[in-house]
């Protein structure tokens, strides 16, 4: 496997490893309670961000089964951090990966999950040789799951209140893609579209 270039660079943002210097950037989205119940790291106060940013700053290679790549979203122009992706490797013998995201939702609309999470599909792919990628999407969010299916995802599962979070049951959808469908995809062009936390 080729050793990871990092940043990643799409058509308006650049995919890089956190700095400490994004505590601020990331504390405008991370502590919103809609972004909370999908980021690896909770965070619920302000001195939460900062601990939250330096674990992240940690994750920066996958070697091995369990590892996480987390890399922020930085725009072009003037590299403010709109939001953040992470690929995990979950599984070595059946190629999967798992991945998530945020975005400041101030930010959303502009096509900025659209690249990242096409970059980073071309990087499970194509870099890390994975054979299958899901996404886990809140049921109620029809702005994501409108989004995954347009990416080419396939809806795999919907499961109906199995947690409660912060008092409320939980309704999440899993989506899927396999290696071969995102190689036959177009590559997702970038349309104008109203993007929201995932």
Known sequence: MAILQL???TAHLSLRPFER???EAVARYHLLPG??????????????VALAVEHMRSQVQLNRPGET??????????????????LTWADATSGQGELRFAIDPSQAGNGYLTQSIGAMLDLAFDHFGMH??????????????????????RLEAHYREHA???????????FA????????????????????VA
């Not at 972004?35 to 939460?48: A, C, E, I, P, S």
């Not at 299958?132 to 995802?153: C, I, K």
């Not at 409660?164 to 899993?174: A, C, Q, S, V």
Request: overall charge positive; charged content about 35%.
């Open 177 to 196: 893609m396999l290696d071969r469908e995102w190689r036959r995809s177009t590559k997702v062009q970038i349309l104008p579209l109203r993007e929201r």
């Open 35 to 48: 972004v909370q119940r999908y980021v690896m790291r909770q965070t619920r106060y302000t001195d939460d």
């Open 21 to 23: 210097c994004d505590v």
């Open 132 to 153: 299958r990628v899901m996404v886990r999407g809140d049921g109620r969010s029809h702005h994501t799951n409108a989004l995954m299916q347009r990416l080419g995802f």
């Open 69 to 86: 790549l987390v890399l922020a979203l930085v725009r072009k122009g003037d590299q403010r951090v709109v939001g953040q992706i992470s």
């Open 164 to 174: 409660l979070f912060r008092g409320e049951w939980d309704e999440e959808l899993h």
């Open 7 to 9: 940043p990643i660079e």
